[in-house]
């Protein structure tokens, strides 16, 4: 099946998009457009907040992501 030929794929794409967007680049743009629809992010690569008080690297309505969550290039 082409993605094309199914308009929920597409949907879907575009949410992971951009959020995945807003990782690489620091691009909130389309993010901001579609945060009141997204519920629950978590950054899996933020070790260092891992079992802090507040769950600061769980982002939603309430904490959204932000271009600071821009990761930068792994170095290995």
Known sequence: MEQTD???LNITDYFCWSI???FER???RFYNYLK???STVIDLYDFES???EGWPNYYGKQNPLTPKNKISPLSH
């Open 26 to 28: 620091g691009n909130v």
């Open 50 to 52: 891992y079992g802090k």
């Open 20 to 22: 995945q967007n807003v």
């Open 36 to 38: 009141e629809e997204i």
């Open 6 to 8: 199914e308009p929920l």
